[in-house]
């Protein structure tokens, strides 16, 4: 209610009791139970919430004349305003929008004859009607407003609301933040400079800058784009409010950091062998395919090397199983380390490893594999102090990478590999060993 507002009822009462002679005048705004939450006074009064469901009132016949008061069961909030038990009682109804029960309360402390000009107050009633609702609706706008400010401030994002008008805007306290300003309300261009700049800070500003352009001139553009900004990443939500911009729009900033970097390591951990953090079999197969398939555009050659490390089960029955985990950790390592980034090697199980090298020469291969060999037996592997001599057989097969024959040519390379390196284990180990070179 504004105070215009407040002031002309507390007019209209006063007027009332001028009006009336009576010496309390109380504009009540009475809920359909009976409860009367607020009410204006003249004499000026502050009042306290009461209940008028079982007073009778409600149920009287109101002409527009005093009734006497003893006819009815008032409740003591009445009696302390009026300072007595009232002699008469006179209620005007002025049902207001949600509180049909609301109206004009006269309360004289004797029961003497009404003033000439008291059949003439119930002509108020719509206006106390009226002022009445208007308390009501400006109650529950400020209630639903600090419901707003509190969940404005009390969601785990940063907001920024435009005004359909594209005039004002407010910002909560964590948009604030990002935006290195205050919170609360602004004028709509004052803030365009900050979240232009905290854009230009983000690592992926070209990106984002190539797709809010389309943006400009759509009222109902609407996107949910990744922001980086170092080793933070927001999930920026934008979209028009209630799906009509002329509604005004929205911008969502949530941190997704953490979600990402579990995500991320979810993934890992799908795709890892967790004793020696190489890639898993699986990870290696789903792969593999992907890259035969990107060599089969150029008819690129593919090679597959098996890897297993010779005398494994007397290294775990000497040392025990632990030290023989702790050599498998080193053999991965040694390996990783001697085949390029753009080669993969994985885990294939127990103690083999496979590696698959894309767009090799023919001739690269046999080095590459004796290049795994003596990255193992050329030092021994130290676990607790104890060095112990390590070797590995590597079987290799090589061939063409031809349109639709990825994973036939997968197949028969890690079939062809483990042959060879079958071959090289019963030749006494220690070695490398090429199958002949097949095709699709």
Same mark, same amino acid.
């Given at each position: 209610?504004?105070?215009?507002? &407040?002031? /002309?009822?507390?007019?209209?009462?006063?007027?009332?009791?001028?009006?009336?002679?009576?010496?309390?005048?109380?504009?009540?705004?009475?809920?359909?139970?009976?409860?009367?939450?607020?009410? *204006?006074?003249?004499?000026?009064?502050?009042?306290?919430?009461?209940?008028?469901?079982?007073?009778?009132?409600?149920? @009287?016949? $109101?002409?527009?004349?005093?009734?006497?008061?003893?006819?009815?069961?008032?409740?003591?909030?009445?009696?302390?305003?009026?300072?007595?038990?009232?002699?008469? *009682?006179?209620?005007?109804?002025?049902?207001?929008?949600?509180?049909?029960? &609301?109206?004009?309360?006269?309360? $004289?402390?004797? /029961?003497?004859?009404?003033?000439?000009?008291?059949?003439?107050?119930?002509?108020?009633?719509?206006?106390?009607?009226?002022?009445?609702?208007?308390?009501?609706?400006?109650?529950?706008?400020?209630?639903?407003?600090?419901?707003?400010?509190?969940?404005?401030?009390?969601?785990?994002?940063?907001?920024?609301?435009?005004?359909?008008?594209?005039?004002?805007? /407010?910002?909560?306290?964590?948009?604030?933040?990002?935006?290195?300003?205050?919170?609360? =309300? @602004?004028?709509?261009?004052?803030?365009?400079?900050?979240?232009?700049?905290?854009?230009?800070?983000?690592?992926?500003?070209?990106?984002?800058?190539? #797709?809010?352009? !389309?943006?400009?001139?759509?009222?109902?553009? #609407?996107?949910?784009?990744?922001?980086?900004?170092?080793?933070?990443?927001?999930?920026?939500?934008?979209?028009?409010? !209630?799906?009509?911009?002329?509604?005004?729009?929205? $911008?969502?900033?949530?941190?997704?950091?953490?979600?990402?970097?579990?995500?991320?390591?979810? =993934?890992?951990?799908?795709?890892?062998?967790?004793?020696?953090?190489?890639?898993?079999?699986?990870?290696?197969?789903?792969?593999?395919?992907?890259?035969?398939?990107?060599?089969?555009?150029?008819?690129?050659?593919?090679?597959?090397?098996?890897?297993?490390?010779?005398?494994?089960?007397?290294?775990?029955?000497?040392?025990?199983?632990?030290?023989?985990?702790?050599?498998?950790?080193?053999?991965?390592?040694?390996?990783?380390?001697?085949?390029?980034?753009?080669?993969?090697?994985?885990?294939?199980?127990?103690?083999?490893?496979? #590696?698959?090298?894309?767009?090799?020469?023919?001739?690269?291969?046999?080095?590459? /594999?004796? !290049?795994?060999?003596?990255?193992?037996?050329?030092?021994?592997?130290?676990?607790?102090?104890?060095?112990?001599?390590?070797?590995?057989?590597?079987?290799?097969?090589?061939?063409?990478?031809?349109?639709?024959?990825?994973?036939?040519?997968?197949?028969?390379?890690?079939?062809?590999?483990?042959?060879?390196?079958?071959?090289?284990?019963?030749?006494?180990?220690?070695?490398?060993?090429?199958?002949?070179?097949?095709?699709?």
């Amino acid at each position: 209610m504004t105070r215009s507002d &407040s002031d /002309a009822l507390a007019a209209l009462c006063h007027f009332a009791q001028l009006a009336s002679g009576a010496d309390r005048v109380m504009a009540i705004d009475i809920e359909a139970d009976g409860r009367a939450t607020w009410a *204006v006074s003249s004499p000026t009064l502050s009042f306290s919430g009461f209940n008028l469901a079982r007073s009778g009132i409600f149920e @009287h016949d $109101w002409r527009g004349e005093p009734v006497e008061a003893a006819a009815f069961r008032l409740p003591s909030a009445i009696l302390h305003a009026l300072g007595g038990t009232p002699g008469s *009682v006179l209620y005007i109804p002025s049902p207001s929008h949600g509180a049909p029960l &609301s109206g004009l309360l006269l309360l $004289w402390r004797h /029961a003497s004859a009404p003033a000439p000009m008291t059949q003439q107050v119930p002509m108020l009633a719509a206006s106390v009607a009226r002022l009445l609702s208007a308390r009501r609706e400006a109650a529950r706008e400020v209630i639903v407003r600090n419901q707003f400010e509190d969940l404005f401030e009390s969601v785990p994002a940063g907001i920024v609301l435009i005004d359909g008008d594209g005039v004002g805007a /407010a910002i909560n306290e964590r948009a604030a933040e990002l935006m290195a300003c205050a919170p609360g =309300r @602004h004028r709509a261009a004052e803030i365009a400079g900050p979240m232009r700049a905290l854009r230009q800070r983000c690592d992926n500003h070209a990106e984002l800058d190539q #797709a809010y352009a !389309r943006q400009m001139g759509d009222v109902n553009f #609407a996107s949910k784009l990744n922001w980086t900004l170092g080793e933070r990443t927001f999930e920026v939500d934008t979209h028009p409010v !209630r799906g009509n911009g002329e509604h005004g729009r929205i $911008w969502l900033f949530t941190d997704v950091t953490a979600d990402l970097l579990m995500a991320a390591e979810l =993934r890992r951990l799908a795709s890892s062998d967790p004793l020696t953090g190489v890639p898993n079999r699986r990870h290696f197969e789903e792969c593999s395919a992907q890259i035969i398939a990107a060599r089969e555009a150029q008819g690129h050659a593919v090679a597959v090397l098996m890897v297993d490390v010779d005398h494994f089960k007397k290294i775990n029955d000497t040392h025990g199983h632990p030290v023989g985990d702790e050599v498998l950790k080193a053999v991965a390592r040694r390996c990783r380390e001697a085949l390029r980034d753009r080669d993969l090697f994985a885990r294939f199980g127990g103690e083999e490893f496979i #590696a698959l090298l894309s767009a090799p020469v023919i001739d690269e291969v046999p080095v590459a /594999a004796e !290049r795994l060999r003596h990255a193992i037996a050329a030092e021994p592997i130290t676990v607790a102090g104890v060095r112990i001599p390590v070797s590995i057989s590597v079987g290799g097969a090589i061939g063409e990478a031809l349109p639709g024959g990825d994973q036939p040519l997968l197949e028969e390379l890690v079939a062809r590999a483990d042959e060879a390196l079958y071959l090289a284990k019963t030749e006494g180990r220690n070695r490398v060993r090429m199958a002949e070179p097949v095709t699709a």
